[in-house]
């Protein structure tokens, strides 16, 4: 049975850091697409950042590109984001959401929800002005 479980998260200030870090299981050892989305109040699900863990293939949203990197820790299927330099902006829910690999003009491209059957239940990233 596949399972996502996400932790880290919290609140901090402007300009500051956090990482979160999502473990998936049930992938039967297979390297998997692992994505970072999130949910801001009054808005819908963005998609944050994916990547494949058989080769460590990244992709990013322009809106977190160079401030936040997705990597794959040594455990296989466990991923972390490390947010730096935050802005209010990045104030929501975030999600991590697992599924077997696609390749659509890259691993786990584009960053779309849709390409995702399961999920983790969110973590709130809060960041104060």
């Known amino acids: 049975q596949m399972q996502v479980v996400e932790s880290g998260g919290g609140s901090v200030q402007a300009g500051g850091s956090l990482r979160l870090s999502c473990a998936a299981s049930g992938f039967r050892g297979r390297s998997i697409c692992m994505g970072w989305f999130r949910q801001a109040p009054g808005k819908e699900r963005e998609g944050v950042a994916t990547i494949y863990t058989g080769i460590n293939a990244t992709n990013y949203a322009d809106s977190v590109r160079d401030r936040f990197t997705i990597s794959q820790d040594n455990t296989k299927n466990t991923v972390h984001l490390q947010m730096n330099n935050l802005k209010p902006d990045d104030t929501a829910i975030y999600y991590c959401?697992?599924?077997?690999?696609?390749?659509?003009?890259?691993?786990?491209?584009?960053?779309?929800?849709?390409?995702?059957?399961?999920w983790g239940q969110g973590t709130q990233v809060t960041v104060a002005s």
């Open positions: 959401a697992a599924d077997f690999p696609t390749y659509n003009g890259g691993w786990c491209y584009p960053i779309s929800e849709t390409a995702f059957n399961y």
